[in-house]
T-cell receptor
């Protein structure tokens, strides 16, 4: 099992440019999560999908951020235009969620380190 | 979701047992206590989960008293490789979980 795959692993861009982060969840998982981690704010949930449908996007900081999940094996997080304060590590995680299950273990990818100059 | 409180950081020495306590005073009946571990430059990974009493696996033990308002993660005989951030979470079994700041554990030689 390859685990959650994220690309790119590192991204350096200039302010104002569009950035697209990609995630391939574990095959068979039906929930996908995007997190952002910084020293100041810790690990923040941005948005999550269940069966490819966005369920909660209350963590998305502003309209510059958007996320899509066109199918069960692929998701993107886009920032347009990017700003220096968007610099962070962005993690994608997936899980196999079952209604009524006692817990829901999330499997995290290696993250994408984004630097906006 | 119930809020959790845990120490910001801890230091210990190799070979010792480390106990990290987390308080969750507002835990609900259906909530489980879950711990994740995050090594530098990696995403968090699940290590243990419990509802009450004691749970043990190959990585750690989790002690939960009868009132469930706190829990203690116990790492036996730590090594340098156990240096990581440990997150205590309250998990209701729905999709969403909230990570706090965690406890930064530093193991010294």
């Amino acid at each position: 099992d390859a685990g959650v795959i994220q690309s790119p692993r590192h991204e350096v861009t200039e302010m104002g440019q569009e950035v697209t982060l990609r995630c391939k969840p574990i095959s068979g998982h039906n929930s996908l999560f995007w997190y952002r981690q910084t020293m100041m704010r810790g690990l923040e949930l941005l948005i999550y999908f269940n069966n490819n449908v966005p369920i909660d996007d209350s963590g998305m900081p502003e309209d510059r951020f958007s996320a899509k999940m066109p199918n069960a094996s692929f998701s993107t997080l886009k920032i347009q235009p990017s700003e220096p304060r968007d610099s962070a590590v962005y993690f994608c995680a997936s899980s196999s969620w079952t209604s009524g299950a006692s817990y829901n273990e999330q499997f995290f990818g290696p993250g994408t380190r984004l630097t906006v100059l | 979701l119930a809020k959790t409180t845990q120490p910001i950081s801890m230091d210990s020495y190799e070979g010792q047992e480390v106990n990290i306590t987390c308080s969750h005073n507002n835990i609900a009946t259906n909530d489980y206590i879950t711990w994740y571990q995050q090594f530098p430059s990696q995403g968090p990974r699940f290590i243990i989960q419990g509802y009450k009493t004691k749970v043990t696996n190959e990585v750690a033990s989790l002690f939960i008293p009868a009132d469930r308002k706190s829990s203690t993660l116990s790492l036996p005989r730590v090594s340098l490789s156990d240096t990581a951030v440990y997150y205590c979470l309250v998990d209701r079994g729905d999709d969403k979980i909230i990570f706090g700041k965690g406890t930064r554990l530093h193991i010294l030689p």
